[in-house]
């Protein structure tokens, strides 16, 4: 075999090594790879944003969560990170969680492999340069769209698939009262509740989203509900 073949073989399994060192390791066995909800025992709840951050409206939620002693979980776009960083730090700051939501908001079932691979490692390449302590397992795949291949790659790459339970319609343009009605009507223990920051143009107007929390916040905590992150809610579900 000439040298040439060898440096070939040498490098091939350098690449190989080395990738096996960036991943994470598959999800443990026992983890659900995609999660809906908390255990229907604890009286907790995990408020989660998608689509941010926006400079507009970030703020303002994260002080109205500091307020009410909230922690909650941000899936965030990583073209926003990168416009944005300032905010994934401040999320932080505040204890509060940063889990992956693509790139560029796309329909990841309908998208090509290479290219799915590509949101999702992109953006958790930018947050990993923030810092993010859960950039690795938290995903919530757009329009809370999976199929079999996103699964297995979830699994693959020790990765979660976010979904939730109970959407505050706060997408849909609802009015702050409709919003408010969808989430007070329905919550239980263990919600994973959907909201939106933002959206994946920074055209919507997230005002509804912001009022209706400075009701829903003080109305959960009356009610003896902890608000934390996804990560506090599955770290019980797996014990
Ligand atoms: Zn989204």
Known sequence: MQLRSYLQIAFALLGLILALSWMPGPVSAGEPVTIRAGLPSEPEVALTFDDG???LYTPQILDLLDKYQAQATFFVLGCKVEKYPWLIKEMLRRGHEVGNHSFSHPHLPQTGQAA????????????DLLGCPCQHKLVRPPYSAFDERLVSYAAHTG???????????????LDARAIEQNVLTRVR????????????????????????????????????YRLVTVDE???KNSH
């Open 159 to 173: 990765r979660q698939l976010v979904l939730g339970n109970i959407d505050s319609g706060d997408w849909r343009g």
């Open 53 to 55: 951050p926006s400079p």
């Open 116 to 127: 799915r691979e590509r949101e999702l490692e992109t953006t958790r390449l930018d947050l």
């Open 189 to 224: 223990n263990g919600a994973i509740i959907y909201f939106h920051d933002s959206d994946e143009k920074d055209l919507k107007d997230r005002t509804p989203t912001v009022e209706a929390l400075k009701t829903i916040l003080p109305v959960l905590k009356y009610r003896g």
């Open 233 to 235: 809610v599955l770290t």
